[in-house]
């Protein structure tokens, strides 16, 4: 059997990543988990949080958004909203849209789509601490 399964992380803007890995740790919804090849097939919503990926070696990390997961002994799909590898997220950014997020949360306008505000900061704010883990 080999060491290492396909990993497809898929938004709606296309494919993200798909090559072989070792490990996989996601953050689902009732908790982080990890995959190895030839895992139990399952199928779970994932949180706001960060995706670390193991290959040849290598731990890459990523800021993912809410979606799904399907795990398959040799093959593992993620479909999420956003997925950005660390080294390619634009802190300062990042930083502007949490302040503005924050804003947003804070300002109790009758306007203001709290539910939405909320995600949007709680996003920003994974963007920042995975940036910052590389």
Do not use: C, W, Y
Request: negative net charge.
């Amino acid at each position: 059997m080999a060491d290492t399964f396909q990993l497809d992380i898929v938004t709606p803007d296309g494919l993200v990543f798909s090559e072989p890995i070792e490990h996989l740790r996601a953050p689902g919804v009732e908790g982080s988990f990890g995959v190895l090849v030839g895992h139990t097939p399952f199928m779970t919503p994932l949180d706001v949080g960060e995706v670390d990926v193991t290959q040849s070696g290598k731990v890459r990390i990523l800021a993912t958004s809410g979606g799904f997961v399907e795990v398959n002994p040799d093959r593992t799909v993620i479909l999420v909203q956003t997925a950005e590898f660390a080294e390619d997220i634009d802190i300062e950014r990042a930083e502007e849209a949490r302040k503005r997020a924050a804003e947003r949360v804070q300002s109790k306008q009758p306007d203001t789509d709290l539910d939405r505000a909320e995600g949007a900061l709680m996003r920003s704010i994974n963007r920042i601490r995975v940036a910052k883990r590389i």
